[in-house]
């Protein structure tokens, strides 16, 4: 079963543009159900471990460092 972070990268991956961290953590815990309850912390803190593959943009959005320019 895949992890949570790769949950999350798969999320940022299948996005048309970066997300914010409610935006991630809605998707995933709609997708996990009551096993999810992720916060926006959460998610960030998650992010943060992910750097090599996660990049923040300026307004606070997310997204995969592959599709920033």
């Known amino acids: 079963m895949p992890s949570h972070e790769h ?3 798969r ?3 299948e996005a ?3 997300l914010f ?3 991630i953590a809605e998707r995933l815990n709609r997708e996990l159900g009551p096993a ?3 916060t926006s ?3 960030v ?4 471990r992910m750097s ?3 990049a923040q943009v300026q307004d606070g959005r997310w997204t995969l460092k592959r599709l920033v320019l």
């Open 41 to 43: 912390l959460e998610i």
């Open 11 to 13: 999320i940022l991956g």
């Open 21 to 23: 961290p409610s935006e």
């Open 36 to 38: 999810g309850a992720y």
């Open 52 to 54: 090599d593959q996660a």
């Open 7 to 9: 949950h999350i990268l």
């Open 45 to 48: 803190a998650r992010l943060k």
């Open 16 to 18: 048309t543009e970066p």
